[in-house]
């Protein structure tokens, strides 16, 4: 398909001045939330102001990795070259057990690194208790980078 040629690679996601401190945490093993110096209040994804308060003032805080789904998707073609060869294979959206307002948007996996449809879309349900691994995924320019991925928490 002209236009669409070039992106033949699974899209990862590359850090910027806002998002440093929450790769630079998954690098070392540690999710890491962004939380507001003024009202305390967790945010993801980073930004620059507080949605709660308004204040700019912000730094990092660890937190359990443990959460449930709380929505998932099952893509099929047409999709991203890359990805039709994966297809079909599951999204989550987990909501974190320190607030389930944070939610962060993954692959559902049986090991940190393995493949995004190696479980069944069909035995996935909302809810589901989750934690957090860390997958080192070849990433722009040939580096590492440590994506947050999830296990069912029982395994
Ligand atoms: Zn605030």
């Known amino acids: 398909m002209p236009g669409n040629s070039g992106i ?3 899209m990862i996601p590359v850090a910027d001045e806002e998002s440093a401190g929450f790769w630079e945490g998954t690098a070392g093993g540690e999710l890491r939330m962004q939380a507001c110096t003024a009202c305390g209040r967790l945010r993801f994804p980073p930004q620059v ?32 070259a890359a ?25 559902l996996v049986t090991r940190p690194g393995g493949p995004i449809n190696e479980i069944d879309p069909a035995t996935i349900r909302i809810g589901e208790p989750v934690r957090v691994v860390f997958s080192a995924r070849p990433g722009p320019g040939g580096l590492e980078v440590f994506l947050p991925e999830w296990v069912r928490a029982q395994e």
């Open 8 to 10: 033949d690679a699974l």
């Open 49 to 80: 102001m507080c949605p709660h308060c308004r204040s700019t003032g912000r730094d990092w805080r660890p937190v359990s990795g443990s959460g449930t789904v709380w929505s998932f998707v099952v893509p099929h073609p047409p999709l991203l």
């Open 83 to 107: 990805y039709t060869e994966l297809a079909p294979y599951n999204v989550i959206v987990v909501a974190l057990e320190e607030d389930a307002a944070l939610r962060i948007v993954g692959n």
